[in-house]
């Protein structure tokens, strides 16, 4: 893999004697767990425990650097600039454009191992600015089911567990509390989670992005990134376990597809995970 720039990422920097406490009772990811030259997936989410904002985290010095999509870097400061109240925390927008993503720490000081890209065993380390050419992450995003707001999900659209953030490392249930952590707590522990992040495949090239897939006329789940003939979507598991038992052939636009769980997310489509409603 050659190395490829990412354009459209900004960075917001966080630091001061209480940035850490304040990160920790705030975002889903376990701050305390995050070591040096990491950068792990994180939630800020809104009291009703759906996904308003999605990033990176990791630690730059006694303080943290937070990646996320360009489009919402100022709009995640002024969300956390009104938590702050009154800790002891600096926040501001980097002006780092983009970041590039390689494969070989070696290749590059200043590096951060993207955790989420390291539960599907892959190695992929991720440095601030331009240190290559601009492409997509989009095969590699799709081969390691990694989900991302805007192009798999809308704001406000998801709950962590449907991205399989409770399985990435992006969502704590053992830490304190932290905003929308009651809803998504209950959700662990109540096993209501039905929808869940796959991957599809088919043997010609996948319609675009926000397709519906259905099944006997019944809509089963949405495509967020494909990339010829793969992609990811979000899927009800329940009606998709039915579509399974029944035979039912399960397409999107008119493309028969192949529904496949990503094997370290732990979801299942056996038929007794639930059951349609």
Known sequence: MANIYLPDRKFITLSGAEAEHFLQNLVTTDIAKIAAGE????????????????FLIARDGDGFLIETHAEDAAGLVQRLTLYKLRAKVQIA??????????????????????????????????????????????????????????????????????????????????KGCYVGQEVVSRMQHRGTARRRLVRIDATAALPTP???????????????????????????????????????????????VTVTPYAWSGVSLDKTTGEDA
């Open 210 to 256: 926000g397709t519906t897939l259905t099944a006997a006329g019944k809509p089963v789940g949405e495509l967020g990134t494909t990339f010829k003939g793969v992609g990811m979507a979000i899927v009800r598991i329940d009606r998709v376990a039915s579509a399974l038992t029944t035979g039912e052939a399960i397409v999107a636009g008119g493309t028969p």
């Open 39 to 54: 950068s792990w997936p994180g939630a800020l989410l809104t009291p009703q425990g759906k996904i308003q904002f999605d």
């Open 93 to 174: 927008l980097a002006e780092t454009e983009g970041v590039t993503l390689f494969e070989d720490a070696a290749t590059a000081e200043g590096v951060f191992a993207d955790q989420r890209f390291a539960r599907a065993g892959m190695t992929i380390f991720r440095r601030p600015g331009k240190h290559g050419d601009e492409g997509s992450d989009d095969a590699l995003r799709i081969a390691a089911g990694v989900a991302e707001m805007h192009r798999d999900f809308a704001p406000q659209d998801v709950f962590p567990h449907d991205v399989l953030f409770d399985t990435n490392g992006a969502l704590s249930f053992r």
